[in-house]
Nanobody, 113 residues
Framework: QVQLVESGGGLVQPGGSLRLSCATS????????MGWYRQAPGGQRESVAH???????NYPNSVKGRFIISRDNAKNMVYLQMSNLKPEDTAVYYC???????WGQGTQVTVSS
């Protein structure tokens, strides 16, 4: 059974940083595309970062230069380093195993003073 478990969310002030982690079990992520998505209250789920098996990354303009996705295939982990956080980054953040279509349960990120 494939499971993705996110951690690292919380409350942070504008301009602060957080690092989200996604632990995957039940499958090896080495050759799979992984991503982070977010969904704000009343909004649609949107992509914030993707990383290919070869380490190529992609970001929307809204987070480019502030968010960095990385992976540790040996640990079956994916990370999202978020810097210079803004109130509009407030959302539930989800880890997504694109190749197989699995989602984590999400972790809340709140950016507020």
């Amino acid at each position: 059974q494939v499971q993705l478990v996110e951690s690292g969310g919380g409350l942070v002030q504008p301009g602060g940083s957080l690092r989200l982690s996604c632990a995957t079990s039940g499958t090896n992520i080495t050759n799979k595309i992984m991503g982070w998505y977010r969904q704000a209250p009343g909004g649609q789920r949107e992509s914030v970062a993707h990383i290919t098996s070869g380490g190529l990354t992609n970001y929307p303009n809204s987070v480019k230069g502030r968010f960095i996705i990385s992976r540790d295939n040996a640990k079956n982990m994916v990370y999202l380093q978020m810097s210079n956080l803004k109130p509009e980054d407030t959302a539930v953040y989800y880890c997504h195993l694109l190749t197989l279509g699995y989602w984590g349960q999400g972790t809340q990120v709140t950016v507020s003073s």
